[in-house]
């Protein structure tokens, strides 16, 4: 005879349950956000309340955002290996043109704020609006 591996010990089992009323705006965001974490309702509601922040799965905009921050990061590892293959006499003529440096900081400006940006809004902390207890 077989046995079962997967037998769940009973102080282990989920066999509670908890009930909590909401808005159906509040409802309508929990659903929501169960959709876009690719998780049940129940499971997420848990999750939260265990103190796990469910991720979002990406969205293709989010995908193809992701590929370019990561072809960014290639370019700027790329521009310090080529900057590290120059002597230093060399290194002081490039950083000495002024122009070229301008340059340079202007386009890496704007990727260097969205990274932190980015990095910004997912070290958010797990807590819920004080208008809702």
């Known amino acids: 005879m077989k046995q079962n591996k997967n037998i769940i010990p009973l102080e282990k089992k ?4 908890v009930v909590t009323k909401v808005s159906k705006y509040e409802y309508d965001k929990i659903c929501l956000m169960a959709k876009r974490c690719g998780m049940s309702i ?18 293709p905009e989010d995908l193809k955002r992701l590929k370019n921050l990561a072809d960014c990061r290639t370019d700027m590892v790329n521009f310090a290996n080529a900057l590290s293959g ?22 890496v400006s704007d990727i260097t ?3 932190a940006d980015y990095l910004r809004s997912v070290q958010k902390v797990n807590e819920f609006p004080t208008s809702t207890t």
């Open 113 to 115: 704020k969205a990274v």
């Open 86 to 107: 120059l002597t230093n006499e060399e290194k002081f003529a490039l950083f000495r043109n002024h122009r070229m440096m301008l340059q340079w900081y202007e386009m």
């Open 14 to 17: 989920r066999n509670r349950v």
């Open 42 to 59: 129940s499971s997420l509601v848990r999750a939260r309340c265990l103190d796990y922040k469910p991720v979002y799965k990406l969205s």
